[in-house]
Structure formats: C-alpha cells, structure tokens
C-alpha cells in the first residue's frame, strides 16, 4: 500500500470545471450584442468589436464602441439625474447602495463566472475574491452614504463622475469607484476596459433591477477613444482612472485647468522583502499570491521579490519546487492556479519583456511543464541575476513574471525597494515586527503589508505613492475624492491684475526721492519714527541668505505705485537650489511631532516680538489700512499656534478591516512641496500655507506673493530666531509663473500647491504629469484667508499629507 506522502506526490487532479450553463443563456438572452447603458435603459451604441474569451479565444459578445456622442448622452444623462439624486436623504441613498450589495452578492457565482469567462483569471479567485470585495464596497458605502451628512456635513458632492477602469479586475474596480461615487451623492458615467465589459453590463442590468433612478449609473463601452472622450467633456466635474502610468499622465495632461477633480490609481513594481527570520513556507506561499494572483495581471503585484542574501539560495529552490506545483489552465476549473492572459497584446508584451531581460543577462527559470497551447496562457516565471537598474527590475510587466535580487542590511532592502518610480503597494516578511514596523514607513509605498500580501478591503484606503499615482479608494480616504467643500461654490475670482516683476534698476530714481539700494529704505522712509529695520531681501534656501543667480532684482511698489524696494528674481538654478536645500532637511519628516510643535510655537513667539514691525510692512506695501494690518499679523501668529497644535493631533487610524489585522492609516509627509502662495495677504495667505506642511513634516519650497514679497522675506529671521532647521522652508522670490513651472517640473518635488494666478494653475497641473505629483490648485478663485473654513483646517492637513496603510495580522 503507498505511503501518505507517496499519494501526497502521485496525486492528479481530476476536472473540477465550473458550469457556464446559466451565463451562457445570459448572454444568448442578450444575443450576446450589448449596447450602452444610458438613462435607465440599453441603447444601441452604433459600431461593435467582440470580446474574447482568453482562455480559448472564442468570441463570447459584441459589444459597442463609444464615440463621442454616446459619451455626450450619457454624461448628459448623468447631469439630468444628479440634482434629484444628491437631494436624495442619505437613509435613501444608502438603501440603493445596499440593494445592490446584496443584489451582487445574490448573484455571486453568476458574476464570477462571466468575469472568468471575459477576463481570464481563475474561478477561485473570482469566487473568493473579486466579487466577494465588490459586494462588500457596496455595503460599506450604503454606511457612508447613510453616514454622510453627519460625517460630511461640510462637504458636497461634484456632480457627474467620469469613470475609466481596466481589465484586470472588472468588477472590483468598478466597485471601488462606483459605490463611494454614489454614496457622495453623484452620478457617474463608467467606461469598462475594451477586454472585459461584460460584468459592467450585467451591473448595469442589476441597477435596473433594484430601481436605481434613471441617469445616476451610465456605462458607455469602447477603448482608449471612448475613454478620451469621457476625460474631455466639459459636464464632467471628476475622473477617476485606474490604468497604465503612460495613459494617467495623458489625462493628468488634458484635465489640466479644467477643474476636473482627478484621482489616479496607476502601475507598480512593488517590492516583495524578505528578510532571513522570516517564515519561509508562510512566504512562499505569499509570493504566490504576490505575483501569481491574477496571473501577475495586478497592479500591486509583488513583482520585486528581495531576498536577504543568506536565504537567496534556499528560497529559490523552495520557490521553484512550488512553481513546479503549480496548475496552469482551464480558469473555470476549481483546482486552477492560473488562468489565461487577458488578451494577445498582454501576452506579446509579456513575452518580449521576458526576451528583454534575457538579452540583458538575466536568468530565466520556468517549470518543466508546458502550458496549454490553445488559449492565452504563460507559465510562472522567475528571474535571478537581475540588476536593479535593468528593464525587468524598473517596468511594470504586468504578467506572471517575477524577478528576484538580494539585499544585505535593512538600509539597502529600503534602498533597492525605493528604487522605481513607482511606490505602489510593498510587503515585508519577518518574525521581528521591530524591523518590519521600522522598515514599513521608509519604503514610498501607499500600501505596506507585513507578512501578507494583497490584502485588500473597503475600509481602508488603496492608492500610491510617486508614478503610482494620487488620490486614494476606499475607507473615509477614498470617499473624500467624491466630495469638494461646501463653500468652494461661493469663491469669487481672485484679482488677477496681471503684475509681472520684471528687472528695471534705476526705476526708482524720482518715483520714491533717493533711495538707500543697501539697506533697502527709502530715505523719507528712514527718517520717519516708524520705520521697520529693513533687511536686504535676498534668497532664502537652506537656512541662508542668497543672492539670486540671475543676478536681477526687480522693484515692489505699494498700491499707489510709491517704490518700496527691490526683490530677487529668482531663476530655474534658485528653484534647484532650494529643492536641494529641502532635501537636504529631511531629517524634518523624521522628527517627531513634538519638536515641530515646539518650534512652530517658537515661530509664533518670534512673530509676537515683531508684530509691529510687521504691521508696518503691510501698512506700508500693501496699503493696507492700520487695523486690517494687524488683523493680518494677528491672525498669522493665531494660525502659527493653530497648526503648531495641529502638529502632534492630526494623526492617523486604525481601519475596521475584517480580517486578523491592524491596518494602520498613517498620514505622512509628501516630502519636498512646492507652494506657489497668493499674490493678496502677502503675510497671512503665505503661513497659511506654509505652515500646515512643514506641520505634517514637509520641506518646503516657498513662492510669495511676487507683487508684496517683503513680508515672506522679513521672515528669514524669523525663522533663524526659533530654531527651525536649515532648509525645511526655503523661498525664492520672483516671477510666480515662472518659478511655479520649475517647481512643477522637478522631479524632486512631491506635491505642488499653486494659490496664484489663473493661468497658473491649468500650468502647474499640466507639467506637474512628469513624475505625477499631487496638485492643490486654485483655478484662480480668491480665498478668505481670514475666514477659519476656508483658510485654515483639515482640508490644508489632508493636502499636505499622504495616507500610508500598513497591514500588519495578528493571531498564530
Ligand atoms: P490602459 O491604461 O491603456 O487602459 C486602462 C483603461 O483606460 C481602459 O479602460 C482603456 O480603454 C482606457 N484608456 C486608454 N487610453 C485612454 C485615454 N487616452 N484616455 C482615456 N482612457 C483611456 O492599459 P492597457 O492598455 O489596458 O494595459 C497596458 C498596460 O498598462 C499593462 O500592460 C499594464 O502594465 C498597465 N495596466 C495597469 C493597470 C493598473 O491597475 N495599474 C491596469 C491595466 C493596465
């Protein structure tokens, strides 16, 4: 008689296929041709391309290929629908919600299959994942939406979202946009991916059946074309996009200065770190999950794994013995590992990065079975002798490839993890959570598991850090995307006059009598009893006064055009410099709240001392009358106390996820933030903006007011006076638009707040899509800078952080 672990390694699976019986009558129902879903109702959506099933290449329906008109009904559709919907009471909103929640999860495994059939990936995990998670963000936001006017009280929704999403988990995704969308109180128009529509189509018959009002759910299918069209039209207040980084930074590009809302969840080359305590079957068995999940079709794929050196050479023969183990197949049998590759594009382009990496040195490993000849399949794939700087190390493959390379220390297995562009989604395994808890805030990443991987859920916020993208889905994070300040609505333009500084020397000779070039005082000035002790106001950039590169000043006048002085004109080598200068002070993000708290109290003391002196600055550059003056100095030292108390409270959450797990939401800092300030309230509208990110541990790179730069620049000493560290806030004055681009094209450069011009902002956006940094925006309305609500807050907070979640289970 065979021994048990003789018939452990003998066993065969036999065939567990799962029946398409009901969604193949479906779709006949259907005559397996779909049109789009707009106002309530299918529509006939012209011209048609047919959907494949990967696993075997059939033609399973034809679907239609929007074109700009189907785009314009449905958003138009959507717009028709939003008052009523908004107005809905959130109890209302919220029994939607949840009849469609429990309308999917009625229908489970018919979702699951025709997800399969249309996508390709395994039963299993349609079964036990995807449509699983998708009912659960419908139950979870039918609780915002009933929530939302307590929670949200302050806020109102955007109107009608423009919703693009990929191939890869078609429902889920949806799921993740569509329920915090409608929870909000929007409407949306959705755009399936070209490859995998049909579940899309199927929700939208499941919005029919639950009575969801005609026009607040709209789907248009088609490709990049129809997905173009939806980003461009003007009756869209909001996109949301999950997809390539290529195709994210084209829609960063053509929303610019649109106002257009914009959230973007994009690729990744998430690091996967082992160090040599860990669990090592435990980790085998996540690397499968890692990149093995949805045939490494995951944008969170743990597609780096890094290794301790002095476990590479077990885990790699404990990883090959295991891919040697694993199925590859049929996606509707049970016992499958792998499904198929979603489409021929997918699969070329697997194919030729692996050759890539070939050519480039790298070892290939594959098992010794073959996979299956008549559908889209690829094996599992590992690659050692990988250098980190060579292709398959840097892009996102998107395949079941996965490229392995040792560290030694904990520093250089940050260092490695850190180096793409992207900053996704990581994993950490080791027995010691000391190091994992130390390593899991160094490494750029919005999500950190710690010996788990690809562990997602509706209460917490996904989304990345750099190239990954901005914005976050899920938990009270994500519902925020949805939403904009009640009182945004109200803003008037700001006083865009159109002031230019531009280097005139001598322009003050008899505008303002003589003028003292040295010490920057008018003599009439100097004469008087109250006047200021002027200084030379030079360049602030790591903790030192300098002088511009350009070698250029140029002249600021008061409101009655009476000269006042000369500023620097900063240049793109300034704006360098003082990005460096911020760099370098990244021991800052490293403090600790206290220590910011403490010297921005020291901050507001300092000002205290020189609150005359400052008053006299916006009396005499602004012409500000004397008591509005002192409002304005008031008011800042009031907010230097507001955000130094903000300093050790805004701080992060502990996530109700349902599994054995802390998911612990922490906001951190962007890093270096470039923030282009008002030209009007040269003094308040600068700290109110300065302060709430060198309060949340940001570097800082400042651009004043370019008509009353004076009062930013009085504050150098200031700052030296209250022991703020070298570099944490540096300021170039200058040309705003000018500087702004600088600031906006550095790759260094985390964030960008632009409170300037109009024209400014549809700039900023526009050449912030190089490396994708999060933008804040004016589009040229003026803010109250004295009024609490607009001016000052958790809005300010929340711009000037990110949320990192850092899953760490618990239990044997
Ligand atoms: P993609 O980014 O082109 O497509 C995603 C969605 O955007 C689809 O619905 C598509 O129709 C739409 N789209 C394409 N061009 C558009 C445009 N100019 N304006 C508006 N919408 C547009 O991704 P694709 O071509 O399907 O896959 C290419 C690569 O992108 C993959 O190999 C993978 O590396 C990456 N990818 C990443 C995903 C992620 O979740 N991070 C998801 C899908 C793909």
């Known amino acids: 008689m065979p021994s048990v672990k003789e018939i452990f390694e003998t066993m065969e699976y036999g065939p567990a296929p799962e029946s398409s019986e009901f969604v193949d009558a479906w779709l006949e129902k259907h005559g397996r041709r779909f049109g789009h879903f707009i106002n309530g109702r299918f529509v006939d959506g012209g011209s048609t391309f047919e959907v494949i099933n990967p696993a075997n290449k059939s033609t399973i329906a034809v679907v239609s290929q929007g074109t700009a008109t189907g785009v314009d009904q449905a958003v138009q559709a959507a717009a028709a629908a939003f008052d009523n919907w908004r107005h809905l009471s959130g109890h209302q909103r919220a029994r939607y919600l949840y009849a469609i929640a429990r309308q999917i999860q009625k229908h489970s495994r018919f979702f699951a299959v025709l997800e399969t059939i249309d996508n390709g990936k395994p039963i299993r995990e349609t079964r036990d994942i995807d449509i699983p998670l998708a ?24 109107g009608v979202c423009g919703q693009i999403i990929p ?36 929700f939208a018959e499941i919005t029919q059946q639950i009575g969801l009002p005609p026009g607040v759910f709209n789907l248009v299918t088609g490709d990049g074309h129809t997905g173009e069209a939806l980003v461009e039209h003007p009756g869209v207040t909001k996109i949301a996009f999950t997809g390539s980084t290529e195709v994210g930074r084209i829609i960063r590009q053509k929303t610019a200065g649109s106002g257009k809302k914009l959230s973007l969840e994009l690729g990744g080359k998430s690091p996967f770190v082992v160090f040599d305590d860990a669990d090592l079957d435990s980790v085998i068995e996540g690397v499968v ?163 788990c991987t690809n562990v997602f859920d509706a209460a917490s916020g996904f989304g990345g850090y750099r190239e990954s993208g901005f914005g976050r889905e899920g938990g009270v994070e994500g519902m925020y995307e949805y939403l904009r300040p009640n009182w945004e609505q109200q803003l008037t333009e700001a006083d865009d006059s159109g002031f230019e500084p531009r280097a005139e020397p001598g322009v003050n000779a008899g505008n303002a009598g003589s003028f003292d070039v040295a010490s920057g005082v008018s003599d009439d000035r100097a004469k008087s009893e109250n006047v200021a002790i002027d200084r030379t106001p030079k360049l602030y950039i790591g903790g030192k006064q300098a ?82 003056a002192e409002r304005e100095v008031a008011a800042t030292i009031e907010r230097t106390f507001y955000y130094a108390s903000w300093t050790d409270k805004y701080d992060g959450r502990v996530h109700q996820t349902p599994f054995r797990n802390v998911t612990l939401a922490m906001p951190e800092p962007w890093g270096v933030l470039g923030i282009v300030c008002p030209e009007t309230n040269p003094l308040l509208g600068f700290m109110s903006l300065v302060l709430p990110a060198v309060a949340m541990g940001n570097t800082v790179v400042a651009v004043p007011s370019s008509r009353y730069p004076f009062a930013a620049t009085d504050l150098y ?91 760490v289970p618990y239990g044997e």
């Not at 009912?135 to 955007?158: D, I, M, N, S």
């Not at 109180?185 to 490859?195: D, M, S, Y």
């Not at 705003?736 to 700039?763: D, I, N, R, T």
Request: proline residues 6%; glycine residues 8%; aromatic residues 10%.
């Open 135 to 158: 009912a659960r963000h419908f139950y979870h936001h039918a609780g915002w939406a009933q929530l939302a006017t307590e929670v949200f009280e302050k806020y109102c929704p955007l």
């Open 167 to 202: 191939w890869n988990f078609p429902l889920l995704m949806l799921a993740w946009k569509v329920a915090p969308a409608l929870a909000a109180g929007n409407t949306v128009v959705l755009k399936p991916a070209e490859f995998t529509p049909l579940t899309a189509l199927l």
């Open 289 to 451: 999950d890692a990149i093995w999940f949805n045939q490494g079709q995951v944008c969170c794929a743990g597609s780096r794994l890094l290794i301790q050196e002095s476990i590479a050479e077990v885990m790699y023969s404990k990883l090959r013995h295991r891919m040697e183990n694993l199925r590859v197949g049929n996606p509707l049998d049970k016992a499958i590992d792998i499904g198929a590759i979603v489409a021929p594009v997918q699969l070329q382009k697997i194919e030729s990065l692996v050759q890539q990496g070939i050519n480039e040195g790298a070892t290939c490993w594959q098992p010794g079975w073959a996979v299956p000849t008549e559908g889209l399949f690829y094996p599992p794939t590992l690659f050692t002798n990988v250098e980190p700087a060579g292709t398959l190390a840097q892009v996102e493959i998107f395949g079941p490839v996965l490229v392995a390379m040792t560290f030694r220390t904990p520093a250089e297995a940050v260092e490695l993890a850190n180096n793409t562009p992207y900053g996704l989604a990581a994993s950490v395994w080791t027995e010691n959570v000391n190091l994992a808890l130390d390593i899991a805030p160094k490494i750029k990443a919005g999500v950190v598991w710690v010996n």
């Open 547 to 628: 002088r511009p590169d350009s070698g250029y000043s140029y002249p600021v006048f008061d409101p009655a055009g009476k000269y006042r002085g000369e500023a620097g004109l900063g240049n793109r080598k300034d704006i360098r410099n003082a990005v460096e200068g911020a760099v370098k002070a990244g021991g800052w993000p490293k403090s600790t709240a206290h220590l910011r708290a403490q010297i921005l109290f020291y901050i507001a003391e300092n000002l205290q001392v020189r609150a005359r002196e400052f008053t006299d600055r916006l009396i005499g550059d602004s012409g500000y009358a004397p008591d509005l």
């Open 717 to 807: 000493q200031v700052f030296d006076t209250s022991d703020l560290p070298d570099g944490v806030i540096n300021i170039v004055t200058g040309n705003q638009l000018e500087l702004a681009k600088v600031l906006a094209q550095h790759l260094e450069v985390a964030a960008l707040w632009f409170f300037g011009k109009k024209s400014g902002s549809e700039m900023a956006e526009r050449e912030s899509a190089g490396n994708l940094k999060a933008t804040w925006v004016t589009y040229g309305k003026a803010r109250d800078w004295f009024a609490p609500e607009q001016s000052q807050g958790e809005e300010f907070l929340r711009h000037a952080t990110q949320v990192k979640n850092i899953w």
